[in-house]
């Protein structure tokens, strides 16, 4: 192959193309004149492209691709992306319309060529979870060193490149927005190289890594937060398409939505959602940021209903807003919190637009912004952010600029009166005033950022977007990477920041703009226990404070699980949420259920084996004593968990979790065992896991345990319940 080909080579010719489609009037002249400019550029020798680098990483293929091999006689489609970018999740229904529209059967392969931005999104295991949270269904490249943008000089996310057949550069597409000229350039070229017979219709060998992995209770939840009327939570149950609304006790209230995406209003059992991420909840209301619908969704749990309040259900690219919620179109929606305006308590509801980068108002009642005009009741407006994707402080909050602004939390009292911003394409912690809109740093970022970006609609290499690390220190000089959380402590002053990349939870006093690490090593993992600090994180993307100010919530996305950090014993525990919900019954994963980890250096005790009848009831009794005089601590939710690990049919499939409150009895879990066993020797996990305090409360520690019973199987059906008794002493 030619070297030094690059699009630097294609752009010239294709921009003659380019300008002849913008003067286009119909379909058909526009599909006329891609033919014919390929019929100009098929064979020209400069065009052909290097290949992909051998020794690289590859998902959802049953192994690595090549032009020269499984990719020969296919129209590629290269999409250049990093996946923390907004723009190319926007990109991402144009490619599955294109996957639904011509199959790989078709002559059309798309493959997806991850160039990171950020350090942690050079580890594979990322990726995989990126293409996994996105429902990515076609060929991924981890091209962790940017190898084939650098060769054909790539500049912006999201970039497309048609190729050829023969390994050719046909076409190239910079920023979103282009679906369907892109649907042209794919139609026109499979038929032009159809009739030229150099289609083949061999098979890539695709292999879905979704297609393998068990469903956990929690898919990516995305955003969490508490009603301290009543202590409940709401989750985003972001994989899950659903909001799960639970009790400080784990005990699972309500499920809206799930598990498949849509975009429903009604009942609670008839709603959907798709990839919901921001909840705020007041009472009996809980309001949703649903991302990928495009919507902010209100669910009204005292009378059953959800209904939308802003947004069209298609991607907007209005900047300025300022119609009525369910006339103004809006653009991925990634947080939400309920404020003031106007000296009217909670008429608000701040937004952060990812989409374009902005913050926006959806008022609740009327109102209006700070040296603004009256809003009436529904109306949805632009507060703050240019519109364009920077780095940029200033005075009036149009001429701000945010880059993906992705958490939100309102800190009302004096001297703050501010929305805390999480902005999360320039690693930073922004303040955006109550009183008058001003935006400043505080924390994260660089000093004085000036540049600006040249593509609305694509994140270019533009350096004050690139000012990340992981350092604690005061204002600028503390350093984040991609933070998506913000979490506002009245209790104690202090803000609590998801910095999502590094796998760590942050404070932050706004009073002197010290930041500093509270849990997490920096690495990512699951690790729960008595150390913040040896505690492990897996991208946490929510947080939220719990009622006193006493616990901290992590959405910790990647372990598809929430956490719990008591701030007074710095104990971090699960949150293990109850498989039963009270109102209606959870649709059932498919597939077994994941159960949380023991983590190491918990006690193992084999039990010795029982007799058992199909179709009888096991009662595992199980008796614990603490150290002398000490108790589980307050609110921590100390709980357990039933498994059948290599016997899932023993439970259906299903994990059995509940939370542990007292230990004055014996705590009782039944196991009611199939009709028909599929072994005669098969056995159940009992695993623990308690938080307590000594009794002067001077040191508090987790202790976890798991009793394994094993299980003779008699296949003669038998009634009645056969009880083992377990004791423990931690």
């Not at 009292?413 to 303040?431: G, I």
Request: some cysteine; aromatic content about 6%.
């Amino acid at each position: 192959m030619a070297s030094g080909c690059s699009l630097s080579t294609l752009f010239p010719l294709q921009s003659v193309l380019d300008g002849a489609l913008d003067d286009s009037a119909t379909q058909e002249s526009m599909e006329a004149l891609v033919y014919e400019y390929l019929k100009d550029i098929d064979e020209r020798e400069e065009l052909k492209m290097p290949d992909f680098e051998t020794g690289l990483e590859w998902l959802n293929t049953e192994g690595p691709l090549s032009f020269n091999r499984e990719l020969a006689g296919k129209v590629v489609l290269l999409d250049f992306f990093t996946y923390c970018c907004i723009n190319c999740m926007h990109i991402l229904p144009d490619l599955h319309h294109l996957e639904q529209k011509h199959s790989v059967q078709d002559g059309l392969v798309i493959v997806g060529v991850h160039s990171a931005k950020f350090p942690n999104e050079k580890v594979l295991d990322n990726v995989r979870n990126a293409v996994l949270r996105y429902d990515i269904r076609h060929p991924v490249v981890n091209d962790g060193e940017a190898c084939l943008w650098h060769q054909l000089e790539v500049s912006c996310w999201p970039t497309q490149v048609l190729v050829g057949p023969r390994g050719n550069l046909l076409f190239s597409l910079v920023g979103e927005g282009h679906r369907d000229r892109l649907a042209v350039f794919a139609d026109v070229s499979l038929r032009y190289y159809r009739e030229k017979k150099l289609l083949r219709l061999h098979p890539v060998g695709v292999k879905l890594y979704r297609d393998s992995l068990p469903p956990s209770i929690l898919s990516f939840p995305g955003k969490v937060c508490m009603d301290h009327g009543s202590d409940r939570l709401a989750i985003a149950d972001t994989g899950h398409h659903r909001i799960l609304v639970v009790s400080s006790t784990c005990q699972l209230l309500h499920i809206i939505g799930g598990h498949e995406s849509g975009r429903r209003d009604g009942s609670l059992s008839e709603a959907s959602f798709n990839s919901p991420q921001g909840v705020a909840m007041k009472g009996d209301v809980v309001y949703v940021a649903d991302t990928e619908n495009h919507l902010i969704r209100k669910i009204d749990l005292s009378e059953g209903r959800v209904s939308t309040l802003a947004g069209l259900g298609v991607q907007g690219t209005d900047k300025a807003g300022g119609a009525m919620g369910d006339q103004q179109p809006i653009s991925s929606p990634w947080d939400v919190a309920l404020g003031s305006a106007g000296g009217v308590e909670d008429n608000v509801l701040w937004v952060a637009m990812a989409g374009t980068h902005q913050i926006w108002a959806l008022f609740l009642a009327d109102g209006k912004l700070p040296k603004g005009s009256e809003s009436k009741t529904g109306t949805c407006v632009r507060w703050a952010g240019s519109g364009s994707e920077e780095n940029r402080n200033n005075a009036y909050p149009h001429k701000a600029g945010f880059a993906q602004p992705s958490g939100l939390a309102v800190a009302p009292e004096e001297p703050w009166n501010c929305l805390f911003v999480a902005d999360s394409e320039s690693s930073t912690v922004r303040t955006l005033a109550l009183k008058d809109g001003a935006v400043k740093l505080l924390v994260g970022g660089e000093r004085d950022p000036t540049e600006i970006l040249h593509f609305v609609s694509c994140h270019s290499l533009n350096q004050n977007l690139f000012a990340f690390g992981d350092v604690d220190g005061k204002g600028v000089d503390a350093k984040l990477q991609h933070p998506l959380g913000v979490a506002w402590s009245p209790q104690q002053n202090l803000l609590y920041v998801a910095d999502s990349y590094n796998h760590k939870i942050k404070v932050v006093d706004p009073k002197t703009k010290q930041c500093s690490t509270l849990a997490g090593t920096g690495e990512s993992g699951d690790t729960v226990g008595p150390d913040f600090i040896t505690s492990r994180f897996n991208e946490p993307g929510g947080i939220c404070v719990g009622a006193g100010g006493k616990h901290l919530y992590i959405a910790d996305t990647n372990n598809h699980q929430v956490k719990v950090l008591n701030l007074h014993s710095k104990i971090v525990s699960l949150f293990l949420i109850s498989s039963d919900c009270t109102d209606s019954t959870p649709a059932k994963a498919k597939g077994p259920t994941k159960t949380p980890k023991i983590p190491r250096g918990a006690v193992r005790v084999d039990m010795p084996p029982v007799s058992v009848s199909a179709g009888q009831t096991l009662v595992m009794s199980l008796a614990l004593s603490l150290p002398e005089g000490a108790k589980l601590t307050d609110e921590a939710p100390s709980c357990w968990a039933l498994s059948a690990e290599g016997d899932e049919w023993l439970l259906d499939a299903q994990a059995v979790t509940g939370a542990i409150t007292d230990l004055s009895k014996p705590l009782h879990v039944t196991a009611k065992l199939p009709e028909v066993p599929k072994k005669v020797h098969a056995g159940l996990t009992l695993s623990v896991w308690l938080y307590f305090c000594t009794a002067a409360g001077a040191t508090c520690t987790m202790r976890a345990a798991a009793f394994y019973q094993p299980l003779q199987l008699s296949d003669i059906p038998a009634t009645g319940e056969v009880t083992v008794t377990l004791t423990h002493f931690l």
